[in-house]
């Protein structure tokens, strides 16, 4: 079945730590996004790839990372200079060029203690 | 001013009730919009692409007004597994980026 893998579900981490989320799909999508999502309110866009070793910056890029090394791998790195990072992590992909829907992972859920 | 906005509710209806969602885009260049579904503590999952002549499923009825710049979502007889946040969304090309409204939640109630 094709579709969006994020690992892990749910992470937990110290303050000052640095956490990596894994995004995989084998949709064969050129198109892959990060958005963050806090209770209550809508998602926001974090990062953005169109195409492999290239991505651009959304909306509320500060703190995070991203590569795109592969096609099907648009793994982000929170780090430690996200002031808030708790928050509900959500990637997604599309055809090139936004044609067509989105299609979401399940989520990965950062908690930080 | 944001991209989209939805009026975030909720909306509490009872079952076999009509209920209707509203958004608006301030983009005139958007180009493709959509209807999403989102349960607590899920993913957002597409519920219907939205047409320009309008589209239909089953219970679900969406509109797409680009001189207005709105777009509607009607649910006709709703069920108690209806009860979501609805998510508007509309996608402008030149920028490959899809922009969320806040979510409209709805509860149906017995």
């Known amino acids: 079945d094709g579709g969006i893998t994020q690992s892990p579900k749910y992470l937990f981490r110290k303050e000052g730590q640095n956490v990596t989320l894994s995004c995989e799909q084998n949709?064969?999508?050129?198109?892959m996004y990060w958005y963050r999502q806090d209770p209550g309110q809508g998602l926001r866009l974090i990062y953005y790839?169109?195409?492999?070793?290239?991505?651009q910056k959304g909306d509320i890029a500060e703190g995070y990372s991203v590569s795109r090394e592969k096609k099907e791998s648009f793994p982000l790195t929170v780090t430690s200079a996200q002031k808030n990072p708790t928050a509900f992590y959500l990637c997604?992909?599309?055809?090139?060029?936004?044609?067509?829907?989105?299609?979401f992972g399940e989520g990965s859920r950062l908690t930080v203690l | 001013r944001k991209e989209v906005e939805q009026d975030p509710g909720p909306f509490n209806v009872p079952e076999g009730a009509t209920v209707a969602f509203n958004c608006t885009y301030s983009?005139?260049?958007?180009?493709?919009f959509f209807w999403y579904r989102q349960d607590c503590r899920k993913e957002p999952k597409l519920l219907m692409s939205?047409?320009?002549s309008g589209n239909e499923d089953g219970r679900f009825t969406a509109q797409l007004n680009r001189a207005s710049q709105y777009i509607s979502l009607l649910i006709r007889d709703s069920k108690l597994s209806d009860s979501a946040t609805y998510l508007c969304?509309?996608?402008?090309?030149?920028?490959?980026?899809?922009?969320f409204g806040s979510g409209t939640k709805l509860n149906v109630k017995p």
């Open positions: 983009n005139s260049a958007s180009q493709s």
């Open positions: 939205v047409y320009s």
């Open positions: 997604a992909s599309s055809e090139n060029r936004g044609v067509g829907e989105l299609f």
């Open positions: 969304v509309v996608n402008i090309y030149n920028f490959n980026k899809f922009y």
């Open positions: 790839s169109q195409i492999v070793n290239d991505f």
């Open positions: 949709l064969n999508h050129d198109a």
